[in-house]
T-cell receptor, first 109, second 113 residues
């Protein structure tokens, strides 16, 4: 069965302090690795899709990378508005997305 | 705004009751997914429909059922409710049947008392 583990569970950063979030996955035949952002009281918002090891995608201060066993979400010079829970999800042999429990990021001004 | 509409936003009901959650997908999206989110379990896949037909089932209880109508909106029916069913229920849609980004609504928060 597909499994996704995210670490750390929570992360506090100062504004401008860069860091990375980790997503480790176990799937039979990766068909896609997805990153989402979720704000309190809202549904997850799609950020990136990665399909193969070595692929990278960027959006503003966020950069997602993918290896054969894990994905990283790098946050460069974060701002308070980047505070949210970041979710990772994978799709292997089935049509459903399997989500990790997320990393709650807090960026202090 | 994702374009996915869920109603109601909040629902408070008693144990043993039955409720219906409604979802309108993004314009043009044929696939609808239902997920349950609780604090300890994270997002759990319940069921997927594509153009009116059930395509995949996850950890959906027998007390729960869903359907997708010809106009592509979907309903999730929860019956014989228990305290443990209290959670956020999200609907998501995508343009195709296969793997593609899901676009989520803002959920229905169900509280069973």
């Amino acid at each position: 069965e597909d499994q996704v583990t995210q670490s750390p569970e929570a992360l506090r950063l100062q504004e401008g302090e860069s860091s990375s979030l980790n997503c480790s996955y176990t799937v039979s035949g990766l068909r896609g690795l997805f990153w989402y952002r979720q704000d309190p009281g809202k549904g997850p918002e799609f950020l990136f899709t990665l399909y193969s090891a070595g692929e990278e995608k960027e959006k503003e201060r966020l950069k997602a990378t993918l290896t054969k066993k894990e994905s990283f979400l790098h946050i460069t010079a974060p701002k308070p508005e980047d505070s949210a829970t970041y979710l990772c999800a994978t799709s292997g042999g089935s049509e459903k997305l399997v989500f990790g429990k997320g990393t709650k990021l807090t960026v202090n001004p | 705004d994702s374009g996915v509409t869920q109603t109601p936003k909040h629902l408070i009901t008693a144990t043993g009751q039955r409720v219906t959650l409604r979802c309108s997908p993004r314009s043009g999206d044929l696939s609808v997914y239902w997920y349950q989110q609780s604090l300890d379990q994270g997002l759990q896949f319940l069921i997927q429909y594509y153009n009116g037909e059930e395509r995949a089932k996850g950890n959906i209880l027998e007390r729960f059922s869903a359907q997708q109508f010809p106009d592509l909106h979907s309903e999730l029916n929860l019956s014989s409710l228990e305290l443990g069913d209290s959670a956020l229920y999200f609907c998501a849609s995508s343009v195709q049947e296969g793997i593609s980004p899901l676009h989520f609504g803002n959920g229905t928060r169900l509280t069973v008392t």
